[in-house]
């Protein structure tokens, strides 16, 4: 049986649905598992029977509050896809400001409705969530797999470095940076320190990280926490850090 799906999004770059269409070496094989009810970026059907839902943005109008509560009332399961809805994502980023001057500054005169960004499970039950910015193909392939065998869908427990370092990589905090790989999960295959950029931690906090001693490295290197902190906040994906050293 094919997965019957649908995928909606709200505010994002659409990024992470592009990211679905973008391998053409497996795409004809991803399809054959799905049967597409409405996805913008794939198909023109625009069905209402759908048993799973990606949802991906965050939410940042109230009409966007009503049509997720017609999305989670239709879906047996609805998936968080990608940063921006599983933690807000760079969208975020506007809650630091006070939203009438954001608005004013960005918009200038123009009437816009905004609200502060919420994430997607700030509003409805979330049954799955699938982080990244974008998302892995490889990952949401992989987990649509499990969904249409009933197997329970994995992520990886374990932080960026691991990838990382089967990547063979020189480590970008021995060269002075900071980077988040050893509190991300992994699952991207370390794509930013592979591309020498640190990791900004989009995929969110690993299960099995050790943020005491990753505090101690960053202080031992005599890296500054105040752009730690500016790191963390990026995806609004890590709680602030607890210090008065920032
Ligand atoms: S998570 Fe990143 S790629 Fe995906 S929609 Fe948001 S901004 Fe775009
Ligand atoms: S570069 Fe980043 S992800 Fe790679 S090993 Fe160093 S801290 Fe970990
Ligand atoms: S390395 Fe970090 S920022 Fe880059 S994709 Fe992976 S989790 Fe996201």
């Not at 391998?23 to 625009?46: G, M, Y």
């Not at 427990?157 to 900071?178: A, D, F, H, R, S």
């Amino acid at each position: 049986m094919k997965l019957k799906i649908a995928s909606f999004d709200f505010t994002c770059c659409e990024g992470c649905q592009l990211q679905l269409t973008n391998s053409e070496s497996t795409l004809t094989d991803f399809l054959e598992l799905l049967d597409i009810r409405n996805f913008r970026e794939i198909s023109s059907e625009r069905l209402d029977d759908y048993d799973i839902a990606l949802v991906e943005g965050s939410i940042s109008r109230e009409d966007e509050v009503e049509r997720l509560l017609k999305i989670r009332k239709q879906a047996k399961v609805l998936v968080a896809f990608g940063t921006c809805a599983c933690f807000g994502g760079v969208n975020s980023l506007k809650n630091s400001f006070p939203l009438d001057e954001t608005v004013r500054e960005v918009y200038g005169d123009m009437v816009i409705e905004t609200l502060p960004v919420r994430r997607i499970r700030d509003i409805v039950k979330v049954d799955l969530s699938i982080p990244g910015c974008p998302v892995a193909k490889e990952e949401v392939e992989r987990i649509m797999v499990s969904l249409a065998t009933d197997s329970i869908p994995t992520l990886p427990k374990y932080p960026v470095c691991v990838e990382c370092k089967q990547q063979l990589n020189t480590c970008l905090i021995e060269l002075g940076e900071i980077c988040l790989g050893p509190i991300t999960r992994a699952g991207c295959n370390a794509v930013c320190p592979t591309g020498k950029t640190a990791c900004l931690g989009c995929r969110g906090p690993a299960e099995e990280l050790n943020m005491p001693a990753f505090l101690e490295l960053v202080k031992e290197r005599g890296l500054s926490l105040s752009d730690l902190q500016e790191k963390l906040a990026f995806y609004n994906a890590f709680e602030p850090l607890a210090t008065d050293e920032t």
